[in-house]
C-alpha cells in the first residue's frame, strides 16, 4: 500500500540540499542587482522560487508524492481553495476605481 | 413492524429491540479520569454536550442583559461601552463555543461511527485532543470575561481591533486561533472516519443524510478554518509589533480583513447550518415514515453549499469600500448558493407529502426549523442584493436575519437532535408533554423575539447602539418579552431532560421505529464499542415502509 511507503534518510537529504539551493536562489534574485529587472520580473522569479520549495516540502516532506490519490486530491483542494481567497480578493482590488473613469488603481500601478 | 431491516437479521443481529445491556459506555468505568482520558466517541460527545451547553448558558445571559437595557431607549442600565461587551462578549461565546461545534462536535461524535458501522472514528486520541483544545481556547474565553471583556464586535474588524480597542483583543485573538485548530481536527476526523471506516455494503448513496452533511461540514472547517487562524494571527502581529497589514497608516488595507475574516466567517455559517440539515433529513424521513425525497439532490447539496459557500464572502462586504463590479459579482454568487438550500426544503417537504406524518417532539422541532430557517434564508435574499443591502446593512434586519437562521434554524435543528438521540444517547425516554410544549414555546418566543426586530431594522433601526430612537421601543419591548419567553423554553428541556436521566423508563433500542444502523443495530445506551461485530449494511437509508410503529 502507497500509505506505507517508507522514504529514505538519502532522499530527505537529497530533497533537503534541493531546499538549501534554492534558499540560496531567493538571496541572490534579491539581492544582487543584476537580476533587478522590474518588479514583476522579480515577483514573477521569487514566486516561481517559492513555488518549486512548496512542492518540495509537500510531495517530499509531507509524502504526498507517495500516498494515494484521495490524499492528492485533499492536498490540492487547498491549493484551489487558496486560489478562490486570492481571485475574488484581487478582483475586489483591480476593479475598485473602474467606475470612475479618471482615477488609476494605485494596487495596479 | 416491518420484517425488512437495514442489517441483515442473523444470530448477531436478531432483529430489535435489543433490552439495554448490562455494561454500556456510561456506565463500564465510574472515573473521572475514565471520562477526562477517554478516547471513546460517545463520551467525547457527552464531553462536548457538558461544555457547549454551559457556554450556551453564559451566552444566553449576556443576551438576556443587553435585552434588559434595550427594553427603553436611553442607556440606563449599560454604559456605553459595557453594552458593547456584552454583545461582544454574546457573539464570541455563541458562534465559537456554541454554534460551531455543538452539532458536529456533541451529535456528529457520538452518531457518525454508529451510524457508519465503526467502532470509533478514525483518530480516537485526536479526537479526545480536539476537546482539550476546545476547552483551552473556552479557558481563554473565561479569562477574558474576568479581565474586562472584549468591546470589537465577533467581527474584529480593523482598525478597531488591530488600532483602537483597548480591550482583550491579543486574547481574543488567541482564542479563536486555539479553538480553531480544534474545529479542523474534529473536520479532519470525520472525513478520514467516513471515507476509511464505513460497514462492508455501506456505499455512499447509502450513507444516512447527516453523514453526508457533516462530510460537506467536515470539508470546510479542513479549509476555512485556516484562513480565520491566519487572520487573527496577522492581527496579533500588527498589534503587538506594528507590522502594517490593515492598518492604512503603516500602509495596510483594512478591507483586506475583511476579505480574509468572512472568506471565513461566510463558510462557517454553513458550519454551523450544514450539520442541522443533517438532522433534519434524518427527523423528516423517520416522523413522516417516508423514505427522503430526491435523496441524491440532497446529498449533493450539501456538498454543492460547501463548495459555492466560499463564493460568496464579499456579499458582507457591499458598503465596505469593495468595488462595485465586485458587489456585483458576489450578489450574483449569493443568489447560486440559495438554490441548494431551497433544493433541502423543496425535498424535505415532499418527502412529508403522502408520508404517515407522527408529531412526536423532534418533529415538532424539524418542522418548525423548516419555516424559521425558510424565513431566514428568504431575508438572506434581501440582504445578498447589492442595492437593498446598502440600507439594512448594519440595522436590526440583518440581526434578525442571521438569529432567524442560526436560532430558528440551527439551534431548532440542534433540539431536534438532541430530543430524537436522546434515547439512544441515554438509554431512557423523557417526558412527551412537557417536551411538545417546550417545542411550541422556543418556536412561540423565537419569533416573538426576533420578528419585530426584522419591523425595527427595516424602519431603520441600527445594530449595536445602546441607545436609540424612541419610536423604536415598541420593537425592542416586544422582543425584550419575547426573549423571556424563548429563555423559558430553552429552560425547559433542562428539567425534563434532567428528570428523565433518573426516573425516565428505559426507551428501548429503537423507541421511534426509526431505520439506521444506530436504530436497528445497537442498543441504547450504545456498549462501549458500539457493535459486538461490525454490521453489514444490505439496504438503502430511509427504507420506511409505513409500518414502524413509535413505542414512546
Known sequence: MSEHHIVTPKTYLKNLAVLMVLMALTIIAAKWPVLHISQTVNLAMALTIAVAKMMCIILIFMHVKFSSRLVMVFASAGFFWLIILLTLTFCDYASRFWHSPTAVSPYLG | ?552
Open chain 2, 1 to 552: 413492524m416491518s420484517t425488512e431491516h437495514l442489517v441483515e437479521p442473523s444470530a448477531d443481529f436478531p432483529v430489535r429491540d435489543y433490552g439495554p445491556p448490562r455494561v454500556h459506555y456510561l456506565n463500564w468505568r465510574h472515573t473521572i479520569a475514565s471520562w477526562l482520558l477517554s478516547r471513546d466517541h460517545k463520551r467525547i460527545g457527552i464531553m462536548y454536550l457538558v461544555s457547549i451547553s454551559i457556554f450556551f448558558v453564559v451566552g444566553s445571559l449576556f443576551a438576556a442583559i443587553f435585552r434588559l437595557e434595550l427594553l427603553t431607549p436611553e442607556g440606563d442600565f449599560l454604559q456605553a461601552d459595557t453594552y458593547n461587551k456584552f454583545f461582544t462578549l454574546h457573539g464570541v461565546v455563541m458562534i465559537f463555543f456554541f454554534l460551531i461545534p455543538s452539532i458536529p462536535a456533541v451529535l456528529g461524535n457520538f452518531l457518525i461511527p454508529l451510524m457508519i458501522g465503526a467502532k470509533d472514528v478514525a483518530f480516537p486520541k485526536l479526537n479526545l485532543a480536539s476537546w482539550y483544545i476546545f476547552m483551552v481556547g473556552g479557558t481563554i474565553g473565561v479569562a477574558i470575561i474576568l479581565l474586562g471583556g472584549l468591546d470589537t464586535g465577533w467581527t474584529f474588524y480593523t482598525p478597531l481591533s488591530s488600532s483602537y480597542a483597548n480591550t482583550h483583543v491579543f486574547l481574543a485573538a488567541m482564542l479563536v486561533f486555539i479553538t480553531g485548530f480544534s474545529s479542523i481536527l474534529t473536520g479532519l476526523n470525520f472525513l478520514v472516519t467516513i471515507h476509511k471506516m464505513r460497514a462492508p455494503g455501506l456505499t455512499w448513496f447509502r450513507l444516512p443524510l447527516f453523514i453526508w452533511a457533516h462530510y460537506a461540514t467536515s470539508v470546510i472547517q479542513v479549509l476555512g478554518t485556516p484562513v480565520l487562524a491566519i487572520t487573527v494571527f496577522l492581527v496579533g502581529i500588527e498589534r503587538i509589533w506594528g507590522v502594517g497589514i490593515f492598518d492604512p497608516a503603516l500602509g495596510g488595507d483594512p478591507i483586506l480583513f475583511q476579505h480574509m475574516f468572512w472568506f471565513y466567517s461566510h463558510p462557517a455559517v454553513y458550519i454551523m447550518i450544514l450539520p442541522g440539515m443533517g438532522v433534519i433529513s434524518e427527523v423528516i424521513a423517520c416522523f413522516s415514515r417516508n423514505r427522503v425525497f430526491g435523496y441524491e439532490f440532497i446529498a449533493f447539496s450539501s456538498v454543492a453549499i460547501a463548495i459555492i459557500g466560499f463564493l460568496v464572502w464579499g456579499h458582507h462586504m457591499y458598503v465596505s469600500g469593495q468595488s462595485m463590479y465586485a458587489n456585483l459579482v458576489f450578489s450574483l454568487l449569493t443568489m447560486l448558493v440559495a438554490v441548494p438550500s431551497a433544493i433541502k426544503i423543496f425535498n424535505w417537504t415532499a418527502t412529508l407529502y403522502k408520508g404517515n406524518v407522527i408529531w412526536e417532539t423532534p418533529m415538532l422541532y424539524a418542522v418548525g426549523f423548516i419555516g424559521l430557517f425558510g424565513i431566514g434564508g428568504g431575508t438572506g435574499l434581501f440582504l445578498g442584493t447589492t442595492g437593498l443591502d446598502v440600507p439594512l446593512h448594519d440595522t436590526y434586519f440583518v440581526v434578525a436575519h442571521f438569529h432567524y437562521v442560526m436560532v430558528g434554524g440551527m439551534v431548532m435543528a440542534y433540539l431536534a437532535g438532541i430530543h430524537f438521540w436522546w434515547p439512544k444517547i441515554t438509554g431512557k425516554m423523557y417526558a412527551q408533554t412537557p417536551a411538545k410544549i417546550s417545542a411550541i414555546v422556543v418556536f412561540v418566543g423565537f419569533n416573538f423575539t426576533f420578528f419585530p426586530q426584522f419591523l425595527a431594522g427595516w424602519n431603520g433601526m441600527p445594530r449595536r447602539y445602546h441607545s436609540y430612537n424612541a419610536d423604536f421601543q415598541i420593537w425592542n419591548v416586544l422582543s425584550t418579552a419575547g426573549a423571556t419567553v424563548l429563555g423559558i423554553g430553552f429552560l425547559m428541556p433542562a428539567f425534563y431532560l434532567g428528570w428523565s436521566l433518573f426516573f425516565g423508563k428505559d426507551a428501548g433500542s429503537n423507541p421511534w421505529g426509526a431505520r439506521g444502523l444506530e436504530w436497528e443495530a445497537c442498543t441504547s445506551p450504545p456498549i462501549p464499542h458500539n457493535f459486538e461485530e461490525i454490521p453489514v449494511v444490505t439496504q438503502e437509508a430511509y427504507a420506511y415502509t409505513g409500518e414502524e410503529t413509535v413505542s414512546v
